[in-house]
């Protein structure tokens, strides 16, 4: 079925209604592509705009035709090609276009094609007319000539220079980034006087003269003790390097300084004074008690969203030589994140964050190289566009943040193909010279291992270096010692690695994780069984030896120890994995009978301390299932909870605390309706793992459906999603308000939503209004902590690849995904369903605190579900109710939106929790977009290798998700005014309206459009 969003484009515009231009907007302004557009501006393109759908190496235009349409690209790629002949032949690719780009602005002036564009994978387009584009320039040219670059301002000319436009401001000279900035922005000046402020009335003995080199300075402060006042002060601070952070962004723009301007800000024992207090009393704020607290909790939201970008840049702006282990940390976790770096392996990100810079041009038309000059650098765009020039031809293409450009060049020692200039004022690069890019390049070949049998490939080893340093924060030393890290290979010679690697040595590596990472992994390569099978064909079988030895220089002792250390080593694995898989190894028939042939023969071999391990492992295990073994019936009444209450009388909130870390496994059973055409229902009590086609069978059998009927799930929009037979765990992946019909496949069409599906009529005010917000905030993250902690991490394997795959549920997963968008529908029903504005402007006080708290405890999934609902068009375009929200809401809710800010891949948010301690709840989506965004872009084998590159970019998320819950949340509960179980109860059953063009009435019967 058409989504909503695509068949209100297919409408004529003039056909479009006000809620049609409402539904593409809704969708439309959370892409990247368009976050840059003025709300204006993106309106008209809802009105005007058309969607295409496109295969591969299909012809959008060819060079010197006269343009028709002007295009955004919203997913796919196309290939811009330029001919110097005008002959298709001896046409040359000079970049390529990805989603979020733009192009074909010369209908504006009615110019030739400078390129042919043809897209060169599946595509997704939103297209607009010439006269309609020309009308939306006409009518909205002061938000768009920033980002609509016109032709006629800048013209090729044969040395590589540009004719400019007057209108066009001179090119200024490239400027290397500086650690201070003279003019400081008025927010940043602001939050260093609110420190001060702050500093000067909690503790004024941080700031007093001291004496440094023999000379006096007044009214400095310790960088140390400064950091430490932060953490006690606030718990928006949550690590000594968020702190740090804190402080960094306003030395970095001048508010503050090293007593003698040496030092970028450290947390050591250095003098640091507020430069604001070298002027008049014009940096007094004349504020106290309550005041003052709002105002320091503002700020500190503020410098968290601009923070690590201070930190990457202080760390970029080292010299290489001098960068400590946390600096490349901190350059290398950003890496991660840009898309042109994304098909490099592991291996290469790290060589390149110890020897990329970082260039900013200040002005908008500087020429970072003409066409024709000799390639000496690769440069990425980390903020800001640049426009690609040929001679001749003018603008070809614009390239914006995460985009590279310049490596051609290099790769093929060759002059420039075309001119680079900069569009827009204040643009930062990352450079890496020629040398460094050859050299990191030729090394990844000089240090990689194959191993061979029979003449092919079986496992590929690259040699890496660990750096031996004497602290975090000091510069890194000399390298003392080398590994060789997995690349690719088959899983039996990758197990036999496992087993080999520690087989000298004494003492287990730390700094080893493959183990993990083949664990967490290996479902997506080898079955469970397989997998149990060679591990015990390594314990029962002949002896791993060393290949480089001769078998005759060893002893039979020697043989006999070896054999031991591999035993011992197939017992190690076996509790990791245990551990890691929890209730999933048990319940897999394979791995039990694993588990008992091993722990029959570590008694036979007397290997007591590892059987006393796996003893111990399975008896806790046992222990924590046994806590937890009531009450497996689930209510079919909101399936978005990951433990089971009967209905009743009984008290859940401690039903719910008793059965607290019970995950659901395909063998539980649940209670839920299967509705008919007639909206009739059954009940059925069927298994998490039971079949679509098994719940079918079981409906048949006590309602007359006729033939070859289809289980599907009907939405409150009524969009119908059939299920395949061998779908599992339907009921978890039904949406909120979803519902389960059965019928024949030829009446599928007919089916329709119940009249519970549309939600309640009535919001909740009363309850929102009577519970404070941090209680509502508590109670969300204790539940959200107990859906997150149930989740298998092998489910985001399952759910990733694909669940019929395996042959397994991910029913905890789908819950924790849900409750996202129960939480996000719960925010938008409550306002849409508050008729009086007095109530909506309270709603949105209430839901604003609510995040704060949310994110105070460290709870993002809530936070994210809070804030986008807030961004909703049916709550945003509520123009009266926000116009009386008081302007220190309105504020804080623009800080939450900068941590939502999507650029750089969410790199705000990324980096805000990358420091942060468990226990964490992480935006959930954003992880799995990740996983799916690595599988999609990467092969899963190379020449009958498994490409564990591959695997180990995704590991690294699973081992973020294994780091956030692996702390309890102990939080105190908030003192109450209302009966404790009803807001858990409340907080545990969200009812809720998922219907967004339900939800789009409402807000326009609340504040209709203005004609």
Request: proline share 3%; net charge negative; aromatic share 10%.
């Amino acid at each position: 079925m058409v989504a909503d969003w695509i068949a209100c484009l297919e409408q004529r515009p003039a056909d479009r209604t006000g809620e049609d231009i409402d539904i593409v907007y809704a969708r439309l302004k959370d892409m990247k592509i368009f976050e840059r557009l003025h709300p204006t501006v993106l309106q008209q393109i809802c009105y005007y705009g058309y969607y295409q759908d496109l295969e591969e190496g299909i012809v959008l235009f060819r060079q010197g035709d006269v343009g028709t349409n002007w295009y955004a690209i919203l997913s796919g790629t196309v290939d811009v090609n330029v001919s110097q002949t005008g002959k298709i032949e001896d046409s040359v690719t000079i970049c390529t276009l990805g989603p979020g780009k733009v192009f074909g602005e010369s209908v504006l002036d009615d110019s030739p094609r400078n390129a042919t564009v043809i897209t060169s994978a599946h595509c997704e387009l939103l297209m607009v007319a010439k006269k309609d584009f020309k009308t939306i320039w006409e009518r909205s040219k002061q938000y768009l000539e920033g980002i609509i670059f016109l032709r006629t301002q800048t013209t090729a000319t044969p040395n590589g220079t540009q004719e400019q436009d007057p209108s066009v401001p001179e090119r200024s000279e490239k400027n290397e980034a500086k650690t201070t900035n003279k003019n400081s922005s008025h927010s940043l000046v602001h939050a260093c006087l609110v420190f001060r402020r702050v500093m000067e009335t909690t503790a004024p003995k941080l700031l007093r003269d001291r004496k440094y080199n023999m000379k006096e300075y007044p009214k400095c402060f310790v960088g140390s003790e400064a950091i430490d006042w932060l953490l006690k002060k606030s718990r928006l601070v949550h690590s000594r390097f968020h702190a740090l952070s804190l402080w960094q962004a306003l030395l970095e723009e001048g508010t503050l300084a090293h007593v003698t301007h040496e030092y970028d800000f450290r947390d050591k024992t250095l003098y640091y004074k507020f430069l604001v207090d070298e002027g008049d009393e014009e940096g007094y704020i004349p504020l106290e008690g309550e005041e003052l607290e709002d105002e320091f909790e503002d700020v500190l939201i503020m410098l968290s969203n601009v923070g690590p970008d201070a930190m990457f840049r202080m760390a970029l702006r080292k010299d290489p030589d001098k960068r400590t282990q946390e600096d490349l940390d901190v350059i290398y976790e950003e890496l991660l994140h840009i898309k042109a770096l994304s098909n490099l392996s592991t291996m290469v990100k790290k060589d390149l964050a110890a020897v990329f810079v970082l260039e900013t041009c200040k002005k908008k038309g500087t020429m970072l190289f003409n066409q024709g000059d000799e390639g000496n650098s690769w440069y990425i765009i980390l903020k800001g566009s640049v426009n690609v020039l040929v001679y001749g031809k003018g603008v070809v293409c614009q390239l914006r943040d995460g985009d590279d450009f310049g490596k051609l060049a290099l790769v093929n020692d060759a002059p420039r193909t075309a001119s680079i200039e900069t569009c827009e004022d204040n643009c930062q690069f990352l450079k890496v010279d020629k040398d460094n890019f050859n050299r990191i390049l030729r090394d990844v070949e000089v240090n990689t291992v194959r191993m061979k049998e029979r003449g092919r490939d079986v496992l590929v080893l690259k040699q890496v270096k660990i750096r031996n340093h004497f602290s975090d924060r000091s510069p890194v030393a000399k390298t003392t010692q080398q590994k060789y890290s997995v690349m690719a290979g088959t899983p039996e010679k990758m197990i036999e690695h496992i087993l080999e690697m520690r087989i000298d040595n004494k003492e287990e590596n730390k700094t080893d994780s493959f183990l993990l990472e083949f664990l967490m992994s290996y479902p997506v390569f080898m079955t469970s069984e397989a997998l149990c099978m060679e591990l015990l064909t390594k314990y029962h079988g002949s002896v791993i030896l060393d290949e480089r030895k001769d078998s005759h220089d060893e002893s039979k002792s020697q043989t006999s120890d070896r054999s031991i250390v591999v035993k011992k080593r197939v017992a190690q694995i076996v509790i990791q994995w245990h551990k890691l898989a929890k209730n999933l190894l048990v319940e897999d028939h394979s791995c039990f009978l694993l588990i008992n042939d091993l722990m029959s023969a570590l008694e036979a071999d007397k290997l007591f301390d590892e059987l006393n391990a796996l003893k111990k492992d399975m008896n806790k295990k046992k222990e924590q299932d046994t806590e937890v073994a009531d009450s497996q019936i689930i209510s079919c009444r909101s399936l978005s909870f990951s433990v089971g209450f009967r209905v009743g009388n009984t008290n859940i909130f401690e039903r719910t605390k008793r059965t607290a870390g019970k995950p659901i496994s395909r063998d539980d059973y649940v209670i839920f309706k299967v509705f008919c055409a007639d909206h009739t229902y059954t009940t059925v009590r069927l298994k998490y793992g039971d079949t679509a086609q098994k719940i079918v069978e079981t409906a048949e059998e006590r309602v007359l459906l006729g033939d070859d009927c289809v289980l599907c799930e009907v939405k409150s929009n009524s969009e119908i999603i059939p299920y395949k037979p061998d779908d599992m765990c339907v009921v978890t992946r039904l949406s909120v308000n979803g519902r389960l019909f059965v019928a024949p496949r030829e009446h599928l069409d007919s089916l329709t939503p119940l009249s519970e599906q549309e939600g309640p009529e009535q919001g909740s005010f009363n309850i929102l209004e009577m519970t404070s917000s941090r209680e509502i905030a508590y109670h969300l993250t204790v539940y959200d902590y107990e859906l997150f902690t149930s989740i298998n991490i092998y489910e985001l394997v399952y759910y990733t690849f694909g669940r019929e795959r395996f042959d397994k549920i991910t029913a905890n997963l789908d819950l924790f995904l849900k409750r996202f968008n129960e939480v996000h529908y719960w925010v938008i029903t409550e306002i849409c369903l508050a008729s009086q504005i007095s109530k909506r402007v309270h709603l949105l006080k209430k839901f604003i605190k609510i995040a704060t708290h949310c994110k105070e405890y460290r709870n993002w999934n809530s936070f994210f579900a809070i804030i986008m609902g807030l961004n909703n068009v049916a709550v945003s375009r509520l123009s009266q109710t926000w116009e009386k929200l008081p302007s220190k809401f309105k504020k804080m809710f623009e800080e939450f939106e900068a941590s939502l800010d999507p650029s750089r891949n969410h790199r705000v948010y990324r980096l805000a929790i990358g420091k942060m301690k468990p226990p964490i709840i992480p935006f959930m989506a954003l992880l799995m977009k990740d996983i799916t965004f690595i599988n999609e872009g990467n092969k899963t084998y190379f020449d009958d290798l498994v490409n564990f590159e591959k695997l180990r970019m995704i590991t690294s998320t699973l081992h973020l998700i294994e780091y956030c819950r692996s702390k309890p949340f102990v939080g105190e509960a908030p003192p109450s005014i209302k009966n404790v179980n009803e807001i858990v109860t409340y907080v545990r059953t969200l009812r809720v309206n998922d219907n967004q063009r339900n939800l789009t009435q409402l807000s326009h019967r609340l504040e209709p459009r203005k004609s």
